[in-house]
């Protein structure tokens, strides 16, 4: 429905509607979960065989034996297995524990300490040091830098990527900005994959500070839910033509591949970058596990064979966001003040809505039992000031659930607005 061109009767008839669908919702006691991007139980049921992977295969290749101390920087299958993903050389690729979020951090809080090959630490320096943040982005992100400390400098996010003028024209005259958070392919949360041009902007830019690195964290690289989701351009290829390379830190995790949270992880970056990461990795670990790197190398096999797990996962996840869409669709779709993606991959949803209301809906879906990302949380220290930004990551219910969740969420969306419209 059109809610902007009803008249304030036709309105508040609706309204009366929904209303009543709502307070039969709060009798239900429903208790539901859209807030965070996890697998759902039936994703990590796929990962079964890695947890007999070793059984078949305790024989360790090359001579070395991965129970004991050494390779800092991960086993050489992983190592392969993951350049060939990313289609980059092995001597780029550090493989780490079981997060790469926590790889992100290190790399800051290394940073702020000790700096970047050879630089001044960030905290020595007179100055806040700065981070771009595109908007909306991810929480976790933006969470780091205010625990440590890192002014966040917003700019938008277009269909294919943050808005380049914008950055390009902030990084080549400040030395403070040190950094800027990409999640180039399907972003958290809203789905986008950085086009070519993007891409070769990021790789290319002029930048005032030599320590300056893009966070480019590419969590969701494989994570296509449609057959013609567009494919990211090698940023590593483009930067090694303009001698730029030691400016990008990639991230990859198998979180949403095998188990989240219980996974292999992954930093890519130049050789000079990777020298200076694994002495610096050198103080705080003699390793990491490597026996199950080992296991995970054993199942995932290949680069091809990680692309086929996908497929599958993809079969799970596509008939939820599907559940989601339809409904949005349905409910809003010649409406031009509810706006959201259609996503080919990644976890999330990002649902505009109008003006000033999504923390009114996040608390009218807390009151009917249905938990969503607390309104504000793509945007830099909570704080967004259009109060529109939701994010919905639909594949973690049951299908049952993620209908009844999807259900309350549509119905408080319409409340919210047309109370809005009525009161203007
Ligand atoms: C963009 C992004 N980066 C990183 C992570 C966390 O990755 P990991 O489990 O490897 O720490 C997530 C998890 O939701 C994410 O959405």
């Not at 392919?185 to 070519?196: H, K, M, Q």
Request: aromatic residues 10%; glycine residues 6%; hydrophobic residues 40%.
């Amino acid at each position: 429905m059109r809610y902007e061109s009803l008249t304030k009767e036709e309105l508040q008839d609706a309204l009366a509607a929904e209303k009543k669908r709502y307070n039969a919702f709060l009798k239900e006691k429903l208790s539901l979960d859209m807030s965070r991007g996890k697998p759902a139980a039936a994703q990590l049921d796929l990962g079964a065989p890695l947890l007999s992977a070793l059984n078949k295969d305790m024989s360790f290749p090359k001579g070395t034996d991965y129970r004991n101390y050494g390779l800092l920087d991960g086993i050489p299958e992983m190592k392969k297995l993951f350049a060939d993903l990313f289609d980059i050389p092995e001597e780029y690729v550090f493989v780490g524990g079981n997060s790469s979020l926590n790889l992100m951090y290190d790399m800051i809080s290394d940073a702020m300490l000790t700096g970047v090959l050879g630089s001044t630490p960030w905290v020595r320096l007179p100055q806040k040091v700065k981070f771009i943040c595109p908007v909306p982005g991810y929480d976790r992100h933006f969470n780091i830098c205010e625990k440590l400390g890192i002014e966040m400098i917003s700019v938008p996010m277009n269909e294919d990527g943050p808005d380049m003028d914008i950055v390009e024209s902030l990084v080549a005259t400040d030395p403070y900005i040190k950094g800027i958070w990409c999640v180039p392919r399907f972003s958290n949360p809203g789905g986008i994959v950085y086009s070519e041009e993007v891409v070769r902007r990021l790789a290319t830019m002029k930048v005032a500070a030599p320590d300056f690195r893009i966070y480019y964290d590419n969590s969701y690289f494989v994570h296509a839910i449609t057959e013609d989701a567009p494919e990211l351009a090698n940023i590593f290829r483009i930067a090694k033509e303009y001698d730029t390379e030691d400016r990008i830190y990639m991230f990859f995790s198998t979180s949403k591949i095998t188990f989240a949270g219980s996974g292999v992880s992954m930093i890519a970056a130049s050789p000079k970058n990777l020298l200076s990461i694994k002495e610096k990795m050198g103080w705080k670990t003699i390793g990491f596990n490597k026996v199950w790197q080992y296991a995970h190398y054993l199942y995932l096999q290949s680069a091809d064979h990680v692309l086929a797990i996908m497929r599958e996962q993809a079969k799970l996840i596509r008939p939820k966001f599907e559940i989601v869409l339809d409904a949005f669709n349905e409910a809003f779709g010649d409406s031009d003040t509810v706006t959201w993606n259609t996503p080919k991959g990644g976890y999330f949803i990002c649902l505009k809505c109008m003006r000033g209301t999504a923390k009114a809906i996040w608390n009218m879906c807390k009151k009917a039992g249905l938990t969503i990302t607390s309104a504000g949380a793509s945007h830099p220290l909570h704080f967004d000031d259009s109060d529109s930004y939701l994010r919905i990551a639909p594949t973690y219910p049951s299908v049952e659930d993620l209908k009844k969740a999807t259900e309350v969420l549509v119905t408080v969306v319409k409340i919210v607005t047309m109370e809005t419209l009525i009161a203007k």
